[in-house]
């Protein structure tokens, strides 16, 4: 009984409390509206312009100045190029070494054709100086001499 009057309180404090008319209300203010964009970026001039290398380095001489007018074609740095002649000195390397391992097999077959023709030679002139002593002795055709 003790229960069933303490829930019956509960739903009337619930029901008296959760029907209230009360709204929440605002009230406008004329006020200056201010409205801000934060960005990062940086700030460019109308002529301003970027140059890029075709490869990277040290700067190893400026020849312009701020302010000063170039042309097309006109020298405005001056990188180190030692790191540069390393890399195509270590390209040519790898470029060597790569054509002797595809081509290995083609370098012994020409060293064999040349071993072969080298005793080709040697027998032949073996044969031609036979042939000349036959035809000097008056032994043999002249197409067998030739």
């Known amino acids: 009984m003790k229960n069933k009057l303490l829930f019956q309180i509960s739903l009337l404090v619930i029901i008296m409390t959760g029907c209230s008319s009360q709204q929440e209300t605002t009230k406008p203010v004329i006020k200056s509206i201010t409205e801000s964009v934060y960005a990062s970026g940086f700030i460019k001039s109308q002529n301003q312009y ?15 100045s701020e302010g000063m007018e170039v042309k097309k074609g006109d020298p405005i ?10 890399a195509t ?28 023709a080298m005793k080709q030679l040697t027998n032949d002139s073996v044969l031609y100086q036979r042939q000349k002593k036959l035809w000097n002795q008056n032994i043999g055709s002249k197409v067998d001499f030739e």
């Open 50 to 64: 970027e140059v890029f290398g075709k490869s990277n380095g040290v700067i190893e001489k400026i020849f312009v």
């Open 77 to 86: 740095f001056q990188l180190d190029n030692k790191n540069l002649r390393i």
């Open 89 to 116: 000195q270590n390209a040519k390397l790898a470029s060597t070494a790569t054509d002797y391992k595809e081509n290995k097999a083609k370098l012994l077959d020409a060293e064999k054709a040349v071993i072969m």
